[in-house]
């Protein structure tokens, strides 16, 4: 026993170091080794008037569907009608995944003429890109099945804004009297575009980190630069420190592709050690969520609202939140007015404005007739020590009314301001890095717990109500060998056979994929080794186990705990065996998109799923039958 408790020792260290290492910059500060901005001491300062100050929006995961039934045009309609006539961005970013392009039932993935042209009809209809900058960028359903870019099957460059111009990776430069400030956007789809479920992860070649590196270097003068796309760096699969590198004098990068993780993870923003915030927005399918943003007097201050309780909506530009603080922030020093953005599609009846719960303003005044934005004078250097809280509250003339709270304080006081892990968990980490060293870790457990149950004497384990059977499971070449064999395979031989693309089939490894004669690594391949070692295996070792044990007559009693031992291991095998048939199934729906009889042959040649189903009904069987003697 002493030995087995060696090995649990050992494994649970080496998860918990992996874990550890991968999520420790999501404790730190934001604000850790910045030094001040250079420019926070000098002006112009915020005052009264509505100069040095405009702002942009961004929404994203719009998936445009032919068949789901909670997505609606009208309410894209609206966004481009109603609410872009009421904010008046200067800009709109769309961070991918203009379409679905996913059949129905949630199957295989195809790009489909009809939501693209419903997409294209929506901009020529509204007239959106007449009233404001259309910054559309492909995301990874754009991109799904799609061979090569400008090929026929690449429908982002037929029907999409910037597409037509043939623009995947680009900058727009948009100049004012008191600077310039530059969007660039960017591309990390893998090319070729797979279908699902190998198209989740992103990477950069080496001629798009060329590109990124000169879009930096002509942007470096810009008053401020925003950098956009569709995957998180914390997806990338290639390049990831060398982009933040590269990207590290942006105030911003703006993406979205996670959603909210199921409802895990509502808000994702991060601050790299460079200083650069990344901010994930949600989405649009689901959530309807837009992002208000604006630079004033080149701070960046960020909202996130959703529809239908978007107005009046409220963005404070000065002072800027504390803990998402990019440029000269400490201007807010200096300045002689608290500053609101309140947009709104009625007139404002009141904004009020408050600090650390004391009225300061009890009615805001307009910088200009009919807004939107308000200000409210005072005296900033009575709020220099320690973090205050900022409440902003506006009222239009239906009788709507909206709050925004956020904190704000000098940078030292900043250093105060954490983010919690909830928040910075999918940004800060590296998701390559992770789960390929989960992989490898839970391939040397496998392999090394095998060779332990092969070569332990299993009277040293008799009282045990599962190391006794496993122990005497393992003695025997027919589960051994099967169950090392499946552990082998999935590790470096193909364990799936689909089509990839269409007319394309290809082999997929733990690794990545091999298809049209290249070889394309993807993270995503080593997710469902990791679920497979991780998960089911381990159900299935502990149900065998525990049936051998009852199978070779070991002494056992009819107490509460044994019976619920007994419930509960039969569960947690039937659940974990239950999702790989689930995954089985859904082998078949994604490959048969084109022809059920694809599907079904990538269902049959499926190792990871159909073998470990195989396996685990054997492992099983083992246990009933395994000789008394």
Not at 43 to 54: E, H, K
Not at 398 to 403: D, F, G, H
Not at 473 to 497: C, M, N, Q, R, T
Request: hydrophobic letters at 40%; a positive charge; one cysteine or more.
């Amino acid at each position: 026993m002493a030995s087995l408790k060696t090995i649990f020792a050992v494994i649970s260290s080496s998860l918990l170091i992996i874990v550890f290492s991968s999520v420790w910059s999501s404790y730190k500060s934001p604000v850790v080794g910045l030094p001040p901005h250079p420019l926070s001491d000098s002006g112009p300062f915020p005052g009264a008037t509505a100069d040095n100050l405009f702002w942009f929006v961004q929404i994203t995961d719009i998936h445009i569907s032919w068949y789901l039934p909670e997505h609606s045009m009208a309410d894209l309609e609206y966004f481009c009608t109603g609410v872009v006539d009421a904010i008046k961005p200067v800009a709109v970013l769309v961070t991918g995944d203009l379409t679905h392009a996913k059949a129905s039932g949630q199957g295989g993935s195809i790009q489909y003429l009809s939501e693209w042209r419903n997409y294209s009809r929506l901009l020529r209809d509204t007239k959106v890109t007449e009233k404001t900058k259309w910054l559309d960028i492909r995301g990874n359903h754009d991109a799904f099945d799609v061979p090569e870019l400008r090929s026929a099957r690449d429908m982002y460059s037929q029907f999409s804004h910037r597409g037509k111009r043939n623009e995947y990776i680009y900058q727009w430069d948009y100049r004012r009297p008191y600077g310039d400030y530059s969007f660039v956007g960017v591309d990390f789809n893998i090319r070729p575009g797979l279908r699902r479920f190998f198209n989740f992860f992103g990477m950069i070649s080496a001629r798009d980190m060329e590109r990124y590196t000169a879009m930096a270097e002509s942007s470096a003068a810009s008053n401020g630069s925003v950098w956009f796309g569709h995957h998180p760096t914390s997806v990338l699969m290639s390049r990831r420190s060398e982009l933040l590198s590269v990207m590290r004098r942006a105030a911003v990068y703006l993406c979205g592709h996670l959603h909210t993780v199921g409802g895990l993870f509502p808000r994702q923003y991060g601050q790299h050690a460079s200083g650069q915030l990344e901010l994930e927005l949600s989405d649009w399918i689901r959530h309807r969520a837009i992002r208000l943003m604006a630079f004033d007097h080149d701070v960046l201050s960020f909202s996130d609202v959703s529809l239908p309780s978007l107005f009046p909506a409220l963005l404070v530009t000065n002072p800027s939140h504390g803990l998402y603080a990019t440029g000269p922030y400490d201007r807010f020093l200096r300045s002689s007015h608290i500053r609101v953005l309140v947009f709104d599609d009625a007139p404002i009846i009141s904004v009020s404005v408050s600090v650390d719960g004391r009225a300061l303003c009890p009615r805001a005044v307009a910088a200009a007739r009919g807004g939107p934005l308000y200000v409210c004078g005072w005296d900033p250097t009575l709020y220099t020590a320690a973090t205050h809280s900022l409440t902003v509250t506006a009222t239009d003339r239906l009788n709507r009314t909206n709050s925004l709270t956020q904190p704000f304080a000098t940078l030292p006081h900043r250093l105060q301001l954490l983010h919690n892990l909830r928040s910075t968990f999918t940004i800060l980490t590296d998701f390559t890095f992770t789960i390929r060293n989960l992989f490898y870790f839970f391939l040397i457990a496998n392999i090394s717990f095998s060779v332990f149950l092969r070569r332990s004497n299993p009277v040293n384990h008799r009282t045990h109500r599962v190391l006794y059977g496993l122990t005497s499971l393992f003695k025997h070449d027919s589960v051994f060998l099967p169950y090392l064999l499946y552990i082998l395979e999935i590790a470096f031989g193909p364990y799936l056979l689909c089509e990839l693309m269409q007319d394309s089939w290809g082999l997929v490894f733990s690794t990545g994929v091999f298809v049209d004669g290249v070889f394309i690594h993807d993270t995503q391949c080593y997710v469902y080794c990791v679920a497979q070692y991780g998960i089911l295996l381990p159900s299935v070792l502990l149900a065998a186990g525990h049936v051998a044990t009852q199978r070779l007559h070991v002494p056992r009693t009819r107490k509460v705990k044994d019976l619920l031992f007994y419930a509960v291991v039969r569960f947690i095998f039937l659940l974990c065996f239950s999702l790989n048939l689930l995954c089985i199934y859904t082998t078949y729906l994604t490959f048969s998109v084109t022809s059920s009889i694809s599907g079904l042959i990538s269902a049959l040649l499926c190792p990871i799923w159909t073998g470990a189903a195989c396996l685990s009904m054997h492992i099983i069987y083992s246990a009933y039958n395994i000789p008394l003697s």
